[in-house]
């Protein structure tokens, strides 16, 4: 991936440990690199890798400027992202243990206008819908 900074390089190989690292030292988490065709950022990146640790790092390192990285201008949300790379114990860790923080972007729209449980439907993803109709999204 172009313009990969050490954090995604860390997430890359899931070293949580050398995030939290990164983190404490002023790293950035809202440089962005390429994956594939589009620009992410770091929460972006340890999602569709699904990548936990890393993503609680995160969390818990941004504080409330989280809210910031929870949209996604490709995807529409994380939760679009997680869905859209099939990374299911992606978004039932996201919906688990950030209900609060995901509670805006369970009706959220991409830019199609596509919940994520719409999402789940157009790209087939059984397990996310699960997921979803457990906490009554339409």
């Given at each position: 991936?172009?313009?990969?900074?050490?954090?995604?390089?860390?997430?890359?190989?899931?070293?949580?440990?050398?995030?939290?690292?990164?983190?404490?030292?002023?790293?950035?988490?809202?440089?962005?690199?390429?994956?594939k065709t589009v620009q992410?950022?770091?929460?972006?990146?340890?999602?569709?890798?699904?990548?936990?640790?890393?993503?609680?790092?995160?969390?818990?390192?941004?504080?409330?400027?989280?809210?910031?990285?929870?949209?996604?201008?490709?995807?529409?949300?994380?939760?679009?992202?997680?869905?859209?790379?099939?990374?299911?114990?992606?978004?039932?860790?996201?919906?688990?243990?950030?209900?609060?923080?995901?509670?805006?972007?369970?009706?959220?729209?991409?830019?199609k206008g596509r919940t994520?449980?719409?999402?789940?439907?157009?790209?087939?993803?059984?397990?996310?819908?699960?997921?979803?109709?457990?906490?009554?999204?339409?």
């Open positions: 991936e172009k313009g990969q900074t050490p954090l995604h390089k860390a997430i890359k190989a899931g070293q949580a440990d050398m995030v939290q690292a990164l983190l404490d030292n002023a790293a950035s988490l809202t440089t962005l690199c390429t994956y992410i950022h770091a929460l972006e990146y340890a999602v569709i890798r699904g990548e936990k640790e890393c993503v609680d790092v995160i969390f818990r390192k941004a504080g409330k400027e989280v809210g910031s990285l929870l949209k996604s201008s490709t995807w529409g949300s994380l939760l679009h992202a997680a869905i859209h790379f099939q990374q299911n114990g992606m978004l039932e860790h996201l919906l688990n243990n950030y209900s609060r923080e995901m509670h805006n972007y369970l009706e959220r729209r991409d830019s994520p449980f719409a999402y789940a439907v157009y790209v087939a993803n059984l397990e996310a819908l699960f997921l979803l109709k457990l906490r009554a999204v339409n």
